[in-house]
């Protein structure tokens, strides 16, 4: 059974810096890409970041980058993302997904089989 799991979320500053994991099991994630996904109130789930588990490519939305970082750690099967610079608007819902997209797709939530349960990121005075 496939699970993965989020923790480090919880409320910070505007400015101010989380990182957030994803523990991955159940499978091998050979030939996988690892994705960060985000949903705000009201609002649609978007796409943040990917990486692909074996190679390291990686993708950014626009507004993730420069601020954001996604990186693994191969061995403990766990995905990161090191959120810097925290605005109001990055307050979210923070879900990790894994699949097979391809480059074209890596954005697409469709793309991805595997979904965590989300953590909350709140960034707030």
């Known amino acids: 059974q496939v699970q993965l799991v989020e923790s480090g979320g919880g409320l910070v500053q505007p400015g101010g810096s989380l990182t957030l994991s994803c523990a991955a099991s159940?499978?091998?994630?050979?030939?996988?890409?690892m994705g960060w996904f985000r949903q705000a109130p009201g609002k649609e789930r978007e796409f943040v970041a990917a990486?692909?588990?074996?190679?390291?490519?990686?993708w950014y939305t626009n507004s993730a980058k420069g601020r954001f970082t996604i990186s693994k750690d191969y061995a403990k099967n766990t995905m990161f993302l090191q959120m810097n610079s925290l605005e109001p608007e990055d307050t979210a819902v923070y879900y990790c997904?894994?699949?097979?997209?391809?480059?074209?797709?890596?954005?697409?939530?469709?793309?991805?089989?595997?979904w965590g349960q989300g953590t909350q990121v709140t960034v707030s005075s």
């Open positions: 990486i692909r588990w074996n190679g390291g490519n990686t």
């Open positions: 997904a894994a699949g097979r997209p391809i480059q074209s797709t890596v954005a697409s939530g469709g793309s991805y089989y595997y």
């Open positions: 159940g499978r091998t994630f050979s030939g996988y890409a």
